[in-house]
Every structure is written in C-alpha cells, then in structure tokens.
C-alpha cells in the first residue's frame, strides 16, 4: 500500500515558489508558539524538513530568512475542508484547494468525506489519496464516511477504512438520526481507536432551515430553526459518547446554549472536544442583510450573543479548534433566492485574516489563536505539526498581522469564490508559507 501523504514530500504550490533543499535560519522573527503559549522575538532553524533550533546561531551554509519583525508560527491544521473530487472537480479540485491553502497559511488540510460519491471504501479513499498526493501544494488527509453513502443505514468497514488512510470518520451534515446506528457505530470506533467527527444539529428540527430563529429570520420571512436544536444534538451524541467510550469530536459549536453541555462532558472526562468554523466567530445573523446568499451557512449565522459566547469559550480553550469550514459552491448554486440557495462559503484563503480580527479586537491573543489554528486540530489528529519546537516538522507560516487590504474574492485561488468577505475591510496578510521546510508560497512572487 502507498504511504499516506503526511510522509511525502509536498510539491511547490505554484510556478516560482522556491523549495529550499538545505537549511533555513529564521532571524528577527516574532515567534508565534501556541505549545508554550508565548509570543517572542526569536531565530528559528530548519533542516531536513525539521524545525533543529529554537535562538540558535545561523549554521554554515543555510539560506537566511529576515522575517523583519513579522509574525512566524505553525502552519495551520484545518480540520473539515471540502474538496470537490471525486465528481465536483468543476466546484474545487486537489490543485486549486492546495493553492488556496498555501496562500492562506494553511499547510495541512484535513478533507471531509462528503464528495460525490462519498469516501466510504477503502478503493475511493486510496483514489483520492493519490490525487492529492500528485496535485496538492501542501500536506493532505482524509476523513471517511461513517455510514455508506452517508445515508445513515449502514456503517462502513471502518477497519479497512483505517488502514487504507484515514484519519477520522463523519457523515458530515447528514446527522445519523437512528441513534442505534450511532451507538453501534461510536462502539466500532472505540474498538479501533478511531475518531468519530459528529454534527451536533437535531434534523427533524434543522430540516429545511436557512437562519436562526427569531425577530431578525421573522422580519426577513426566512424559515428559522432553534440554537436549541443544536444543544440537542450535542446532548445525544455525548449521551452516545459516554456509553460507549468512543473518542468524540463536534465538527461546530456555534450557540451558546450548547457550551454547558460540553464542559459538563469535559468534566465528567469524556474524549470529546469541539471546534467551531470561522465564519461563526466573526459574523451574526445580521450580515445576512437583504437575503446575500454568500452568507447562507450550515449551520445559520447566529445571534451577537451566541457568537461573542462562542468567542470566549475559544479563549478559555472550551472550545478548542477553529476552521474554515471551506465549502466551495458555484455561482449558479448560490444565485438563486436564500432558502433555495446552497450551504457554505469558501475559506482557505480567509481563515487567517479573518482569524486576526479577534486578534485586533483583543479578544483572543495569538498564542492562543494559534493553538485552536494549528495545535489543537493536530494534537487530536494524532500529528506531529502545529508545534514550533525542535524535532516537529517544519510547516510554517510567515505573516504581516498589521497589513490591511481589502478583500477581493476574484483574487481568491478557489474555483468557486462564495466567500462572504468580498469587499470586506481585513488586516493580516500570509508572506510565506512552508511545508517540510519547502516554501510553497510567497506573497511578493504571487504579486510579481
């Protein structure tokens, strides 16, 4: 069997990108370091694909890398990225997610398992392992379904699954109803040590939804479904959790009433941890404004209430890792009336800046971003990235946290640009980016 990305060598991102083949010394960086929860100027070695030194002198011989005061830190883990291949290569394919990656700072993508078809066999999984291992610019790992075809009837072989490459298993938004098959399937999981991804959404109650319910969904006529429904689903499945032991993580918090229920399963000391997308930490429900489809999300955009609580919770590291809940839809999806409208907005490109805007907000400081950006996603992955410390792989980003711009999305290198952030005033701009000690992108060759 082939060996799974994460020990390959990734290709450059893009004509130009230079791959350093010997030894890289970071010098005048401000080392951003999510482990040690420390933000510093520093000097930083990489050789053989490897971060060797943290302050040490140059070595002989190595390319030196003046960071100017800027910001160096791990490359973001991006746990839940939906790629168009298999059967939608039109909407985002292996080459065009790696380019946005690797411009976005996000140097290992974690891809969801709700193509089409699904990855449900061990054959689809190998498949797409060796597309993204030929096309993609940075590291690539992919979840498989729990349930064939995602349709929540029955579970796939996850053994197989597992040994063919996977690194996690979740039907995505299609939330397994009949609670005897998540319990069976979770039991599976537990036995194999595999990590099962839920959606906390109750579906009777989220069918057919496209805002949150409430004046705001009333005074707008959109059909509205209850932050309720998401406690709901949370409650069940830790009620699952703690009966079979399985090892548990909520793709999306996003309401507040849903927190209690995970910290009470943090003490009670279930294996359960939660993440949130990026678009729920930084927009309400208001940005729907006059029906813009770009912000039509899944789950909905939730009140200022809900999102500042959610904000905390990332801050106190209750919830512990941010994503991009990258989901690529094209124009024809999206222009369409909002409840006919498709789900999802892209992000790979957005994650970061948008990311810093909690940072200029001086709600949450970088270490602690970077923790739920990059760490945290690879501690519950079971991967050796996210660090800045000797011995762990040397995928970093190099970035200007200052730098504004306006956010162009014809710019972005999605092949679909739904991003609700078109037009949108952002400060913080990806420099650099490296996989392995290879650079895989820089802003002034992307600009030449």
Request: overall charge neutral; proline content about 7%.
């Amino acid at each position: 069997m082939s060996a799974p990305p994460e020990a390959r060598a990734p290709r450059p991102a893009a004509p130009g990108a230079a791959a350093s083949g010997g030894s890289l010394h970071f010098v005048n960086a401000r080392l951003i370091d999510p482990e040690a929860l420390t933000d510093a100027p520093g000097a930083l070695t990489v050789r053989n694909g490897l971060i060797a030194a943290i302050g040490a002198p140059a070595p002989a011989g190595a390319a030196v890398i003046d960071c100017a005061g800027r910001c160096l830190a791990p490359g973001i883990v991006d746990l839940g990225v939906r790629i168009g291949e298999p059967g939608e290569r039109h909407k985002e394919s292996f080459r065009s997610a790696g380019l946005a990656a690797a411009a976005g700072g996000v140097t290992t993508i974690i891809a969801r398992a709700d193509t089409d078809p699904a990855i449900d066999t061990p054959e689809i999984l190998e498949f797409v392992t060796r597309r993204a291992a030929e096309d993609c610019a940075v590291r690539i790992r992919h979840m498989a379904t729990l349930t064939r075809g995602r349709q929540g009837r029955e579970m796939t072989e996850i053994g197989f699954l597992l040994d063919a490459g996977a690194i996690a298993f979740s039907d995505g938004d299609h939330v397994i109803a009949d609670s005897k098959v998540m319990a069976r399937a979770l039991t599976y999981a537990r036995g194999l040590g595999a990590l099962v991804v839920g959606h906390p959404q109750d579906p009777a109650l989220s069918a057919g939804a496209a805002a949150t319910s409430g004046r705001f969904a009333s005074l707008r006529g959109l059909p509205g479904v209850s932050p309720m429904a998401e406690r709901m689903g949370l409650e069940r499945d830790l009620a699952l959790v703690e009966m079979t032991g399985a090892r548990y993580h909520a793709d999306q918090i996003t309401t507040a009433r849903a927190l209690p229920a995970l910290e009470r399963a943090r003490r009670a000391g279930l294996d359960v941890t939660a993440g949130v997308s990026i678009h729920h930490l930084t927009l309400n429900e208001l940005d729907i404004g006059e029906y813009r489809t770009f912000f039509k999300l899944k789950p909905p955009l939730r009140s200022e209430d809900d999102r500042m609580a959610v904000v905390e919770a990332v801050a106190t590291g209750l919830i512990d890792v941010i994503a991009s809940m990258h989901t690529p839809q094209d124009e024809e999806s999206k222009r369409l009336p909002f409840e006919e409208a498709a789900s999802g907005a892209v992000a790979l490109e957005t994650i970061l800046p948008a990311a810093l805007r909690l940072y200029h907000a001086e709600q949450i400081l970088l270490p602690r971003l970077f923790r739920a950006l990059s760490l945290n996603p690879a501690r519950r992955l079971g991967l050796p990235q996210g660090r800045l410390s000797p011995g762990a792989p040397a995928d970093l980003v190099l970035f200007d946290p200052d730098a504004p711009f306006v956010l162009d999305r014809f710019a972005l290198r999605s092949k679909c640009r739904n991003t609700p952030f078109d037009g949108a005033r952002m400060q913080g701009r990806v420099l650099r980016s490296f996989v392995a000690g290879r650079e895989v992108y820089s802003r002034e060759a992307a600009d030449a």
